[in-house]
């Protein structure tokens, strides 16, 4: 069967259409993916809610201060629906939608440096906030570097160490076991093979002629070569190679230099005919040699059940070395194979066939039987390194990392094992799943972390009840196959090695090296835009907050003339608080980011905490400012100076808790609490002198109906706004330590 979108690479043939558009395999998928619908990321569907709340907040406030103030202060309809629109204006946090933007940009540019290409905006947050991460195992938990772990032979048990495609390692003997009861008696048992270094079971490879022909057999019987990688130092003792071909005949040449076996030498010395080339329906590639003495061989490997069905002997050694075939036992082979793959092995089996000179053609009735056995390979494509420690990093930060593979269940458990997955003792398959029902899949979702041998509709149906548990979903995946499921989840990631361009167009991000640690960096980037973003809320709005409560005050009280006027709230909106808000998107990574649980779907942006700090600090501001500006009235100042001296208070105000604001929690009385961030103290640093030239600069006095004022005012200014620095300190002290008797609350309390 030959499916549509299938290219064909060589040869010819004819066939019969038997479906075309969507009932295709190729056309499912894109059904799959047409009924998809993308869900709206949890910011935004927080930012939503939040810009109703205001929205409303806004206009009742307004028209309850407009209403009170013509009917019970009796100011002229006018005048307050200007003082009205003054309220608006200031409570409203024009800057929003750019800090939001530029901070997620930043996120952006932050991933693209460490490999991670989003493409779309909102996901960078998304990322942040994803409780459960579904991966692929192949090239993303795993090197894709395909390493010879197990060598079996009638003779013994050897291990090989070393890993990927570098050729520095050792052939050691495991264990020693005869596949014969008729070789108990060979002085061989007593020999070589079992002797044993004090630190390894090394062997002479000389006195190992099986072992050797088995090695031989594999490098003949392959298509793949190996080449020197340009980055390596030539003058090293360690090369590294590159495959160009199958990843797992590229270990098999791997296996043989480490038995310092020359490749080429070999190669030459048995030069090939002919070759049957490997096939799924037969499940085995075989290759004839010529000798340059008389002899021939044909060599075949393939999938070990189908080439023990070929065989009738088996390759063993005897006294003093001697290369002898006795007759197959099929038991000692079958309870290796299962004995391999319970350790998560995939196996290759490698036969031989001797044959003369005058055979130059292989056909399939040559291999079907009649052949010996010489040994089987042991595979693992072992864990990356920087996996080991990713998934740690997950299990520390609350994420359950569930791994998604088309493996065999044994296979994916032995991998899970050494990823020290959450639970690696349960596998689900793809036919397990197929049988349970919705209520028993929902039950055990939340416990299996080991899916095998699944199908793309398994990974979709994964996601859909994942999510109907309120869990933020990432899902890894590189073929077509995978785009319903990438578009499903909240954050799809393709590979951008190895992954398709449909994949790439479903997902949100793409991975550029297709490293499972690139996720969560990337999750502890997204988590650093959110705490950035709660950052910018905690700052922004107590701003708004405390220059309408100034406006609000002023008219209960019944203020004749009020202490800002709407350009000079503009003043400080746009031009101060937006460029204090800027230095707080930069802000790096805190220590404990991927300490902290993820955040529930459905956690508004403003916590209980928050909204309890957004009022305390503008209640400081307000008072603060509403009592400076008395203040200048008394002194007899006019109400230019008087407002000059409140916006400034205000605006120094604004710079003193842009310090408390670059932590949340922490305490900001040390060095990297004041110097941590240095767009904070060029912010700082360049809105001082703004507002030198707002108070001074004659065309600015102009404008914003300011006046110059005096040292003393300066004086007095700084001591008041200075006064939030401390007590935001004393208020977050306080929290920190109920926070200390309750470690069950939440991060964001």
């Not at 416990?447 to 149906?461: G, M, N, Q, T």
């Not at 460029?579 to 956690?603: G, S, T, V, Y």
Request: hydrophobic residues 45%; aromatic residues 8%.
């Amino acid at each position: 069967m030959a499916f549509s979108g299938t290219l064909v690479t060589h040869g010819q043939g004819r066939g019969i259409v038997v479906a075309t558009g969507v009932q295709t395999e190729l056309g499912h998928i894109s059904r799959l993916v047409s009924e998809v619908k993308s869900e709206t990321t949890p910011l935004l569907r927080q930012i939503a809610d939040f810009g109703r709340w205001l929205t409303i907040s806004i206009a009742v406030i307004s028209a309850a201060t407009f209403a009170f103030g013509v009917w019970a202060r009796e100011y002229a309809v006018a005048e307050m629906f200007l003082a009205s629109v003054s309220l608006a204006v200031a409570a409203i946090p024009e800057g929003l939608p750019a800090i939001m933007t530029i901070t997620l940009a930043i996120g952006v540019q932050r991933m693209a440096r460490h490999n991670a290409i989003i493409r779309r905006l909102p996901a960078v947050e998304t990322l942040g906030a994803v409780s459960v991460i579904c991966t692929d195992k192949t090239g993303t938990l795993t090197r894709n570097e395909m390493t010879v772990r197990k060598i079996v032979t009638s003779a013994g048990l050897f291990d090989l160490t070393g890993t990927g495609y570098d050729p520095d390692g050792t052939i050691s003997l495991e264990d020693f076991s005869l596949g014969n009861k008729s070789l108990e008696n060979h002085s061989l048992q007593n020999k070589s093979l079992e002797k044993k270094s004090q630190d390894a079971n090394e062997i002479n490879l000389e006195e190992s002629p099986v072992l050797i022909e088995t090695l031989q057999a594999a490098l003949l019987c392959n298509d793949a070569s190996l080449e020197l990688d340009e980055k390596t130092d030539t003058d090293s003792s360690s090369k590294q190679y590159l495959v160009n071909g199958d990843p797992m005949e590229g270990a098999l040449l791997v296996a043989g230099l480490k038995a310092s076996l020359d490749l080429q030498s070999v190669t030459k010395k048995y030069p090939r005919i002919d070759l049957i080339p490997f096939e799924s329906e037969h499940r085995y590639m075989a290759t004839l040699h010529h000798s340059h003495i008389d002899d021939a061989f044909i060599y075949l490997k393939g999938a070990p059940e189908r080439v023990l069905e070929m065989c009738a002997n088996q390759r063993c050694t005897g006294e003093n070395q001697i290369v002898h075939t006795e007759p197959l036992e099929s038991s000692y082979w079958l309870e290796q194979i299962d004995q391999m793959a319970q350790q998560g092995q995939r196996v290759l089996a490698i036969a031989v066939k001797t044959t003369n000179n005058s055979h130059r053609d292989l056909k399939y009735s040559d291999v079907e039987n009649g052949m010996t056995m010489l040994g089987l390979f042991g595979f693992i494509d072992p864990p990356r390194e920087e996996a080991i420690k990713a998934v740690e990093d997950c299990v520390n930060a609350g994420i359950r990392v569930k791994m998604i593979t088309g493996d065999h269940g044994a296979t994916a458990r032995a991998i899970a094992q050494q990823l020290k997955l959450t639970n690696s003792a349960d596998v689900l398959t793809g036919q397990e799943l197929e049988k349970m029902n919705e209520d028993t899949l929902r039950t055990r979702v939340l416990d299996v972390d080991i899916y095998a041998r699944v199908s793309p509709e398994h990974k979709l149906r994964l996601v859909n009840v994942l999510q109907d548990q309120d869990l933020i979903v990432a899902m890894t995946g590189d073929g077509v196959n995978d785009a319903p499921a990438l578009k499903r989840a909240d954050v799809g990631i393709a590979m951008g090695r190895n992954g398709t361009e449909a994949a790439k167009e479903a997902a949100e991000m793409v991975l550029a090296d297709d490293n499972f640690a690139t996720i969560v960096h990337s999750v502890k980037e997204g988590r650093t835009v959110y705490a950035n973003l709660q950052k910018a809320f905690l700052f922004m709005l107590p701003n708004n907050g405390g220059e309408a409560l100034v406006l609000i005050a002023a008219i209960l009280i019944g203020f004749q003339q009020l202490p800002l006027t709407p350009v000079q709230i503009l003043w400080v909106n746009m031009v101060t608080a937006v460029a204090l808000e800027l230095a707080l998107a930069f802000e790096p990574p805190e220590k404990d980011i991927m300490m902290r649980k993820p955040r529930h779907a459905n956690m508004p942006i403003l916590t209980h905490y928050l909204i309890w700090r957004i009022v305390f600090v503008s209640l400081i501001m307000m008072v603060g400012t509403m009592g400076l500006f008395l203040w200048g009235m008394e002194q007899g100042e006019s109400v230019e100076y008087a407002r000059t001296v409140a916006v400034n208070t205000l605006v120094i105000f604004q710079i003193f808790y842009l310090f408390n604001s670059r932590y949340i929690h922490a305490s900001i009385f040390n060095w990297e609490g004041f110097t941590g961030n240095r767009y904070v103290l060029y912010a700082t640093s360049i809105l001082v002198l703004f507002q030198l030239g707002f108070t001074y600069l004659p065309f600015m006095q102009t404008l914003f109906g300011t006046v110059a004022i005096n040292l003393n005012s300066w004086i007095f200014i700084v001591l008041v706004a200075s006064s939030v620095l401390f007590l935001v300190e004393i208020e977050k002290l306080f929290v920190r330590n109920i926070r200390l008797r309750k470690p069950g609350v939440h991060n964001g309390i």
